[in-house]
T-cell receptor, first 116, second 116 residues
Framework: DTEVTQTPKHLVMGMTNKKSLKCEQHMGHRAMYWYKQKAKKPPELMFVYSYEKLSINESVPSRFSPECPNSSLLNLHLHALQPEDSALYLC???????????????FGQGTRLTVV | AQKITQTQPGMFVQEKEAVTLDCTYD???????LFWYKQPSSGEMIFLIY??????QNATEGRYSLNFQKARKSANLVISASQLGDSAMYFC?????????????FGQGTTLQVKP
């Protein structure tokens, strides 16, 4: 199973709503990531979890709150978002590197978020 | 800081022909990885090919090959025998060192259109 599953695929939310994005993988990967991608732009890293601990926060506003309940799950909690936060949110997972070799990241299909 | 440059915003190729997508990178790291991902309109980032900075041979994966020229800091993707299903956005990306290989820096991407 080389799949990263993200739910929901589409989400429309108001600026006062609270919602969560979910990501799941069963590849035994111990590193998981959230990326944000605006239309026709490259993905930009938001958060990195390594062994279920937050290791990197790329100066993301606090209205985005990540959570890694276990080694297979990654959530992104959303609260008081702005219309400019509308984007494709991609989850990825990989082995934690260090031994060299090909340890590519596997991405989910993303959640297309629209903030109204 | 690492930087990935893709100078071709859009490319056209005739079906069954070969096409080269350009990628140059800028890094002062000795150890790094270079990746190519394909992103169809569905949004999922699909891993295509990987090249490690210490790999002496160019990577190949089926119809994909990576033309790695370390001295020129280039990592061009060659797609042979193009198919209509190859129409997508293609991103070149790099990872820092050999840890957290999902921590990727992406280029701006190249949109490839395959003509029948």
């Amino acid at each position: 199973d080389t799949e990263v599953t993200q739910t929901p695929k589409h989400l429309v939310m108001g600026m006062t709503n609270k919602k969560s994005l979910k990501c799941e993988q069963h590849m035994g990967h111990r590193a998981m990531y959230w990326y944000k991608q605006k239309a026709k732009k490259p993905p930009e890293l938001m958060f990195v979890y390594s062994y279920e601990k937050l290791s990197i926060n790329e100066s993301v506003p606090s209205r985005f709150s990540p959570e890694c309940p276990n080694s297979s799950l990654l959530n992104l909690h959303l609260h008081a978002l702005q219309p400019e936060d509308s984007a494709l949110y991609l989850c990825a997972s990989s082995q934690v590197g260090g031994g060299g070799g090909n340890t590519e990241a596997f991405f989910g299909q993303g959640t297309r978020l629209t903030v109204v | 800081a690492q930087k990935i440059t893709q100078t071709q915003p859009g490319m056209f190729v005739q079906e069954k022909e070969a096409v080269t997508l350009d990628c140059t990178y800028d890094t002062s790291d000795q150890s790094y990885g270079l990746f190519w991902y394909k992103q169809p309109s569905s949004g999922e980032m699909i891993f295509l090919i990987y090249q490690g900075s210490y790999d002496e041979q160019n990577a190949t994966e089926g119809r994909y090959s990576l033309n790695f020229q370390k001295a020129r800091k280039s990592a061009n993707l060659v797609i042979s025998a193009s198919q209509l299903g190859d129409s997508a956005m293609y991103f070149c990306a790099s990872s820092k060192g050999s840890s957290n290989t999902g921590k990727l820096i992406f280029g701006q991407g190249t949109t490839l259109q395959v003509k029948p």
